[in-house]
């Protein structure tokens, strides 16, 4: 059973910085795929950034250039960096992952299997 849970959400202003992390557990396999997602009030959930474990990422075009997503290799922690924050970056941010996709589907952002209960951005 997988299990992940974030931190480092908060509030920022704007321009400033945050470094959101999420602890997984678990048995991941050799292949997969972990991410993060935001949703904003009344907005779709928004597939941000993955990363497959081959080391390969995918990014929306709305964070590129200011959001970085990595791993930490001596265990699984995904790591996702934010800076030049705006105001429309301000949502629900999840961790997710899944065993079972391969590299393509993972570049695609799409649903994932194993969600966080999401920690809160905030940029004013």
């Known amino acids: 059973h997988v299990q992940l849970v974030e931190s480092g959400g908060g509030s920022v202003q704007t321009g400033g910085s945050l470094r959101l992390s999420c602890a997984a557990s678990?048995?991941?396999?050799?292949?997969?795929?972990m991410g993060w997602f935001r949703q904003a009030p009344g907005k779709e959930r928004e597939g941000v950034a993955t990363?497959?474990?081959?080391?390969?990422?995918s990014y929306a075009d709305s964070v590129k250039g200011r959001f970085t997503i990595s791993r930490d290799n001596a265990k699984i922690t995904l790591n996702l960096q934010m800076n030049s924050l705006k105001p429309e970056d301000t949502a629900m941010y999840y961790c997710?992952?899944?065993?079972?996709?391969?590299?393509?589907?993972?570049?695609?952002?799409?649903?994932?299997?194993?969600w966080g209960q999401g920690t809160q951005v905030t940029v004013s």
């Open positions: 990363f497959y474990s081959d080391g390969s990422t």
């Open positions: 678990g048995y991941f396999g050799r292949n997969y795929c």
């Open positions: 997710a992952a899944d065993r079972t996709v391969g590299a393509t589907y993972c570049s695609r952002r799409g649903q994932l299997r194993y």
